[in-house]
């Protein structure tokens, strides 16, 4: 499934400084010659003489993620591909995978995300990955009682808590729940 594709609305400056509105909405994607060419376009139909200078004065369509005014063209026309090909869940990513020093790519992307889940208690009694690292079904036949007994909103904060887990908000335009990323890719545990 393919979504729709980010845009950014780029932005003469010269005309900008001079009190004028100019400037285009561009798609992006993963092929930044388009994005250049549109800013290239804004700059050569510019009401001001010797026009050089763009800059993003909005953007749409990135599901929370932040294009800066002065971006990398090339970046966030990966960013933009990647979005287009997996929706509000990698955009989410992005923006964690850059907060802790992770390569915002789409292997890593399926390395580590588990899911979106309604809450974190839900993420820690409807994985599968959950029940097959902690055996809980195994655990609940042998044991019922004391299955019954677990604090499974304490043990979906542990998960996180240790680093195991991370849990973002979902995009507002699923309008509820979480998204699930582990910490450490299926590759390396």
């Not at 509000?88 to 923006?95: G, H, M, S, V």
Request: charged share 25%; glycine share 6%; proline share 4%.
């Amino acid at each position: 499934m393919t979504h729709p594709a980010p845009r950014v609305y780029a932005a003469c400056l010269s005309a900008y400084v001079n009190g004028k509105l100019h400037g285009k909405w561009i798609e992006c994607t993963g092929d930044s010659k388009k994005l250049w060419n549109g800013i290239n376009e804004v700059i050569a139909t510019s009401p001001e003489p010797d026009a050089e200078e763009w800059a993003v004065h909005d953007f749409e369509g990135w599901h929370g993620l932040t294009v800066s005014e002065y971006p990398n063209v090339e970046e966030i026309c990966n960013w933009a591909e990647l979005i287009i090909e997996h929706g509000p869940a990698i955009a989410k990513f992005i923006e964690w995978a850059k907060e802790i020093g992770l390569e915002a790519s789409a292997d890593e992307f399926q390395a580590r995300y588990c899911g979106h889940f309604e809450s974190p208690e839900k993420f820690a009694l409807e994985s599968d990955e959950i029940d097959e690292r902690y055996q809980y079904e195994e655990f609940s036949q042998k044991y019922p009682v004391w299955a019954n007994c677990i604090d499974w909103e304490h043990f979906a904060n542990e998960l996180e808590l240790t680093d195991a887990y991370e849990y973002i908000k979902a995009s507002e335009s699923l309008g509820y729940g979480i998204y699930v990323f582990r910490y450490m890719a299926d590759s390396q545990e």
